[in-house]
């Protein structure tokens, strides 16, 4: 007689062979009584699913309150099919939700046991699909299920000791040039390294594709944990020699100490891990970093600002306004023009410093956005002014992001054109000049605005990546020394004549100078000597919104 007969099998037996191997195993076991609708899983299916209960009667309809809906339709299908009879099994992948409401995936298998031809129960398995792996066979190491049942023990109070996350340097681009083959090999030799670089006491497991976890729960310290860095790094570094240097890579660590991961949960302490060894790859790779709650801080910080940022944008762009700050002829001590100047102010109206939102706005290509924003903002503002004083000169900042990645050249000359304003009235500012001067082509493009009549200034010379090469190059028409180049030439006086030299050399190649940073009536007059075009700085006036700007300067 076939098992899948009943052999006088009842319900009862079933569910006692469930709950015997109910602590053996992490799959569910379940059975469902076809004649008396009835359903039995394993007791701990209860801890991960939305399951009213481990046993029920009216199982299609109870299965609705956990199934993820968009699946119930299907499922309902197949149970009545299954109870019908004429089939031997049922296998089927569908979700069920979580205690979160989130679907999981899982794969649902069974045997129909029949009396002749009538089904009499469904006997099966169930197992999670998306389910993370305990261990890992290239490195031959525990997983990250592993590490959070080993963590989740101590909870809320962990012994003394540490975490040190450790990541291999620039795999992907390893795992490009040699293939996986080969990335696999390293990693299984990073794996062992490892291991035989860790002290009693300490585990090691892998988590994610290239990173590596070892824990201390033994009043391992600090120092401990940076030499088992240093003495793994040397590993690896013997390694690529033995190699011939076939695959030149480092490796980078992240350390938790014991203050960072006393009283924390498991998801803290993760994070934690994972920012402290991106951190360390952010800081020039090869080293490790050591948490610090502060950085962290300033982490979660950038990152709600730049969800506020975005936020902003969406609705309109609400919160950004454009500023001005004046520039004046330095012989006649007369207007000039302005520069305009990117400005946030949060929703509590506190207004957020441009060095912390520009670089944000930078780094997530949202400068385009908020950058054709201001552009439009600005001009709409210029023309307003130049029909009052024609010899109004309005500075638009642009970045290498924007000339890059979008067509903010093209649109300047459309927009300059659309407003109908003088383009040389218009002053295009470019930072980060040192970027755009090793992209020919961009540099070609950027020369268009010139082309048009468009006045092109070259932001912070002095510092940075601007020199006189780039005068070659980009061609600017006005040069902006910055503010610090400024205040070392007011206190040194080396400086004051290299400034002084730098301004002639300028002027003799028939371009302006604007000498920015002067805060006070006695920086204007020593650097009348320098010979400047044009000045900007405080003591003129600060950067104001276009009405304050309307009244002090040109009502």
Not at 38 to 64: E, G, M, N, W
Not at 145 to 161: A, E, R
Not at 183 to 188: A, T
Not at 452 to 467: E, P, R, V
Request: aromatic residues 12%.
């Amino acid at each position: 007689m076939s098992i899948t007969e009943s052999q006088n099998l009842s319900i009862h037996q079933l569910c006692e062979a469930i709950d015997l191997l109910d602590t053996c195993m992490d799959d569910y076991l379940y059975v469902y009584d076809f004649e008396n609708d009835f359903y039995y899983i394993s007791s701990h299916a209860q801890d991960r699913f939305s399951l009213p209960s481990c046993s029920f009667h009216d199982v299609a309809l109870t299965h609705s309150q956990f199934v993820y809906p968009p699946d119930f339709p299907k499922l309902k299908d197949e149970l009545a099919l299954l109870s019908k009879g004429g089939r031997t099994s049922h296998s089927m992948q569908y979700r069920w939700t979580g205690h979160d409401g989130q679907p999981i995936w899982i794969d649902c298998r069974g045997t129909i046991i029949s009396e002749g031809d009538k089904p009499l129960y469904l006997f099966g398995c169930i197992n999670e699909i998306g389910a993370v792996q305990k261990a890992d066979n290239v490195s031959g190491l525990l997983g990250e299920s592993t590490l959070k049942s080993y963590i989740q023990q101590f909870l809320p109070k962990l012994p003394n000791g540490f975490l040190l996350r450790i990541g291999l340097d620039d795999f992907k681009k390893i795992n490009e040039k040699l293939g996986t083959d080969y990335g696999d090999r390293m990693l299984k030799r990073t794996a062992d390294d490892i291991s035989s670089c860790i002290l009693p006491g300490q585990k090691i497991y892998r988590v994610q594709s290239d990173e590596f976890i070892v824990l201390d729960f033994a009043g391992g310290t600090e120092a401990i944990a940076i030499d088992l860095y240093k003495r793994i790094r040397s590993f690896i570094s013997k390694f690529v020699a033995d190699n011939h240097y076939e695959a030149v890579f480092t490796i980078s660590a992240g350390l938790l100490t014991s203050e960072n991961i006393i009283q924390h949960t498991y998801s803290d302490i993760m994070k934690y891990s994972d920012f402290s060894l991106n951190e360390a790859k952010r800081q020039g790779k090869n080293l490790c970093y050591i948490f610090q709650q502060a950085d962290y801080d300033k982490f979660c910080r950038r990152q709600e600002l730049t969800k506020v940022l975005r936020q902003s944008i969406n609705e309109g762009f609400n919160g950004f306004e454009a500023y001005f700050q004046p520039l004046f002829a330095s012989r006649t001590n007369t207007l000039y023009g302005a520069e305009s100047l990117m400005r946030f102010r949060s929703e509590s109206g506190n207004m957020i410093s441009p060095g912390e939102f520009i670089p944000i706005l930078e780094e997530t290509g949202l400068i385009i956005p908020v950058g054709q924003w201001m552009l439009h903002t600005v001009l709409k503002r210029a023309k307003e002014i130049i029909e009052i004083c024609p010899d109004f000169h309005i500075s638009i900042n642009v970045s290498y992001i924007q000339v890059m990645k979008s067509d903010i050249i093209n649109e300047i000359i459309r927009a300059v054109s659309s407003y109908q304003i003088p383009p040389s009235n218009v002053i295009v500012e470019l930072t980060e000049s040192g970027l755009l001067v090793s992209n020919l082509q961009l540099a070609k493009t950027w020369s268009k605005l010139n082309e048009q009549g468009i006045q092109l200034a070259l932001d912070d010379f002095g510092t940075g990546y601007s020199n006189f090469h780039y005068l070659h190059t980009l061609r600017p028409n006005i040069i902006k020394i910055d503010r610090s180049f400024t205040l070392n030439a007011l206190e040194n006086e080396y400086e004051y004549n290299l400034l002084a030299l730098i301004s002639g050399m300028v002027h003799d190649l028939n371009l302006t100078v604007c000498i920015e940073g002067i805060e006070t009536n006695e920086e204007r007059l020593k650097m009348l000597n320098v010979s400047p075009d044009y000045y900007q700085g405080f003591f003129f006036g600060k950067p104001c919104p276009y009405e304050e700007f309307v009244k002090n300067f040109i009502a």
